[in-house]
């Protein structure tokens, strides 16, 4: 969807930030339409920082990453 954004979680704020997007759609009997839409925000050298699943136009669930070590 959109790369190189800066997103802000918390109080740590992540630069060059990937935001990637699943869409899945189904046939509701009159023509597909969007059913579920996952947003993966992944930032380099990190992974994933913020994962969002949205139903039918709502959100339903959403991640975001707290504290992270990288060893």
């Known amino acids: 969807v959109a790369k190189n954004l800066t997103r802000t979680l918390g109080n740590k704020?992540?630069?060059?930030v990937i935001h990637s997007q699943i869409d899945f759609q189904?046939?509701?009997?009159?023509?597909?339409?969007?059913?579920?839409?996952y947003d993966f925000y992944l930032a380099e050298g990190i992974g994933i920082i913020e994962s969002q699943l949205t139903i039918l136009g709502s959100v339903y669930e959403e991640q975001i990453l707290m504290d992270y070590t990288i060893k």
Do not use: C, H
């Not at 704020?13 to 060059?16: E, L, P, Q, R, S």
């Open 13 to 16: 704020t992540y630069t060059n």
């Open 26 to 37: 189904y046939d509701y009997s009159g023509g597909y339409a969007n059913g579920f839409i």
